[in-house]
């Protein structure tokens, strides 16, 4: 398997990843989305509220707020020694305290543990008109996206197979080249050549393919190479988030192996 990385930034990679079936690449895909777990709001008590929002509405939106955090520090509740009853392992407190007129954004949650915090400051959760209140405290525990679309580490992951493109002699009537929507084809002396957008950005439209009269080109796909991309919602890194989908399948895979061995 060979891994080839062409963005990594905090929130967002894209890379070529070879060698592998399209099982893999699914596998992957799905762990990014649904196996890393992630902290977010899990519970809440509201002490005051006479915002527009019901209690409900408040809680709904405090949840889906992602929540940036060290995940290695912390266990799953279901996983921990506390056995579920709540420890700072497995839980992390937050408050909120907002009087109107303000709309209140996530950057005024106080979180009790410095490491553990909104991933965007600025996600509005509720608009208070003049002496309005909010006083609620939350709790936060990991999960994943299993459980609760709240707990989902990638937001976007997807793939497409490594395109492939044969060119044979033709007359270079440049119809491809108007036809292809990014531009990534064009006439280089007697022959259609890739542009320097590189291959990588080809969408296997096949328009080319369609418009050409002399059958000059055909468009394909390496069924051993795809090209990734995901995104993350800010709980954890995007290369933070790649090593823990990899890691997560490893370990099921291991765990079906010791429960085959017993059979
Ligand atoms: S490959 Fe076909 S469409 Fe493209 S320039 Fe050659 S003849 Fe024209
Ligand atoms: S398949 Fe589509 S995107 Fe790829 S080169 Fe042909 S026209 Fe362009
Ligand atoms: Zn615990």
């Keep these: ?97 907002a009087e109107g007129p303000k709309i209140v954004n996530s950057g005024e949650i106080v979180s009790s543990d410095p490491g553990v915090h909104p991933a965007d400051a600025t996600i509005p959760i509720v608009e208070l008109k003049d002496k309005h209140k909010v006083v609620l405290e939350a709790i936060a525990r990991l999960g994943t996206y299993r459980k609760h679309a709240k707990w989902q580490a990638g937001i976007v992951s997807g793939y497409k197979n490594m395109p492939v493109l044969t060119f044979k002699e033709c007359d270079l009537c440049g119809e491809c080249v108007k036809v292809c929507p990014r531009d990534i084809l064009k006439i280089e002396g007697n022959k259609v050549e890739i542009t320097d957008k590189g291959l990588i950005e080809c969408s296997l439209c096949k328009l080319c393919e369609e418009i050409c009269e002399m059958d000059a080109i055909s468009v394909g796909y390496d069924p051993e190479s795809f090209v990734m991309m995901f995104e993350t919602s800010g709980g954890i890194t995007a290369a933070e988030l790649a090593v823990e989908a990899a890691t997560s399948i490893k370990t099921r895979a291991q765990k079906m192996g010791e429960i085959l061995d017993t059979l």
């Design 1 to 97: 398997m060979d891994i080839d990385i062409l963005e990594l930034s905090e929130r967002k990679a894209r890379f070529v990843l070879s060698g592998v079936s399209v099982s893999f690449a699914n596998a992957l895909r799905r762990s990014i989305l649904a196996e890393v777990p992630v902290m977010a709001i899990d519970e809440i008590n509201i002490y005051d509220n006479t915002s527009v929002l019901f209690d409900e509405q408040l809680a709904l939106r405090m949840g889906l707020i992602p929540l940036k955090a060290d995940t290695k520090n912390f266990s799953m509740p279901e996983d921990c020694t506390c056995e579920g009853n709540g420890c700072p392992t497995c839980r992390v407190s937050m408050t909120l305290s």
